[in-house]
Nanobody
Framework: QVQLVESGGGLVQAGGSLRLSCAAS????????MAWYRQAPGKQRELVAH???????YYRDSVKGRFTISRDNAKNTVYLQMSSLKPEDTAVYYC????????????????WGQGTQVTVSS
């Protein structure tokens, strides 16, 4: 089994910073892409940023220059450093990882964390 556990959410004033962490545990052979999504009330879940196993990154336009995604492969952990936060960043943030559990035959599957609330007050 695989579990993704997020931490680091909370309440912050506009202009502040937060750092989210997501650790994958369980039977893991390899992790491909790791990503952060968010879902605000009444809105669809959207991709915030992702990072490949080669450290290639993608950011949605609204967070470019403010958010930084990184990963520690030795710890199977992905981070999201969020700076200059805005009220529109308020959402539940979810971690996602594309994981192969065993070297032969298991294939790649997407796993999700339980979500962590980020609230930015104006």
């Amino acid at each position: 089994q695989v579990q993704l556990v997020e931490s680091g959410g909370g309440l912050v004033q506009a202009g502040g910073s937060l750092r989210l962490s997501c650790a994958a545990s369980g039977t893991i052979f390899s992790i491909n892409v790791m990503a952060w999504y968010r879902q605000a009330p009444g809105k669809q879940r959207e991709l915030v940023a992702h990072i490949t196993s080669f450290d290639s990154t993608y950011y949605r336009d609204s967070v470019k220059g403010r958010f930084t995604i990184s990963r520690d492969n030795a710890k199977n952990t992905v981070y999201l450093q969020m700076s200059s936060l805005k009220p529109e960043d308020t959402a539940v943030y979810y971690c996602n990882a594309n994981i192969m559990q065993t070297k032969y035959g298991s294939g790649w599957f997407d796993y999700w964390g339980q979500g962590t609330q980020v609230t930015v007050s104006s």
